[in-house]
C-alpha cells in the first residue's frame, strides 16, 4: 500500500528558530507532494506543493523533494506562535501523513 | 465566494440511525473526496469520486456509502453507524489529481458522535 509518513512530533522550537519537518513516502511513481497546515479546530490549507527535485522557497517556507531517498521536507525559517499548528504532508495520491504538531513558543 | 460546504457541523446520533453528511463545492470541481481525522491518525481517505457517477473507495471505506449524481454535491451516508465512527469528517475538492498544483480546497468539518 502506498504510504506517506511523518514524524508525529510534537515539535517545539522558540520564536525565530528554523522548524524543520519531514515526511517520506513510499511511492516511487509519486510526482507531487503538498503541506497543509490545520489550526486546531480548523480544516487543513494548502501551504506549498512541490514536484520538483530540490528546493522551493515561498516567503518564510521552503519545502524540499529528495525523489531518491523518497523524502520530503518543510523548513519554517523565523519560526513565529503563528505558525504553532499541525502540519501533514500528501502525496499526489491524496493520501496525507500522520500529521506534526509543531508549537513556536514566545 | 469559492467554497466547500458541510453540514451538518455537528451531529450526535445513536448506534443504527441512518445519516448524511452533505458536501456541496461552488468550484465546479471534478474530483471529490471524503476523509475522518483521528487523534494520531491524521487524514485517512474514506471515499473518492473523479466525476459525476465516479467513485471508489478509499483507506477506510467499510461502513460508508457515496454518490455523486452531480458535480457539486458528494454526500456521505453512514447506513448504520456505530461508536467506532465517531470522528471529524472531511469533505475536499480539486480540480484533479495528475500532479502538479492539485490543491485540495476543505470543507468546515463535520464532527460526529455516535453513542
Known amino acids: 500500500q502506498k504510504e506517506v509518513e511523518q514524524n508525529s512530533g510534537p515539535l517545539s522550537v522558540p520564536e525565530g528558530a528554523i522548524a524543520s519537518l519531514n515526511c517520506t513516502y513510499s511511492d516511487r511513481g509519486s510526482q507531487s507532494f503538498f503541506w497543509y497546515r490545520q489550526y486546531s479546530g480548523k480544516s487543513p490549507e494548502l501551504i506549498m506543493f512541490i514536484y520538483s527535485n530540490g528546493d522551493k522557497e515561498d516567503g518564510r517556507f521552503t519545502a524540499q523533494l529528495n525523489k531518491a531517498s523518497q523524502y520530503v521536507s518543510l523548513l519554517i525559517r523565523d519560526s513565529q506562535p503563528s505558525d504553532s499548528a499541525t502540519y501533514l504532508c500528501?502525496?499526489?495520491?491524496?493520501?496525507f501523513g500522520a500529521g506534526t504538531r509543531l508549537t513556536v513558543k514566545p | 465566494e469559492a467554497q466547500v460546504t458541510q453540514n451538518p457541523r455537528y451531529l450526535i446520533t445513536v448506534t443504527g440511525k441512518k445519516l448524511t453528511v452533505t458536501c456541496s463545492q461552488n468550484m465546479n470541481h471534478e474530483y471529490m473526496s471524503w476523509y475522518r481525522q483521528d487523534p494520531g491518525l491524521g487524514l485517512r481517505q474514506i471515499y473518492y469520486?473523479?466525476?459525476?457517477?465516479?467513485?471508489d473507495k478509499g483507506d477506510v471505506p467499510e461502513g460508508y456509502k457515496v454518490s455523486r449524481k452531480e458535480k457539486r454535491n458528494f454526500p456521505l451516508i453512514l447506513e448504520s453507524p456505530s461508536p467506532n465512527q465517531t470522528s471529524l469528517y472531511f469533505c475536499a475538492s480539486s480540480s484533479g489529481t495528475s500532479g502538479g498544483s492539485n490543491e485540495q480546497f476543505f470543507g468546515p468539518g463535520t464532527r460526529l458522535t455516535v453513542l
Open positions: 500528501a502525496g499526489n495520491d491524496m493520501r
Open positions: 469520486s473523479m466525476n459525476v457517477e465516479v467513485t
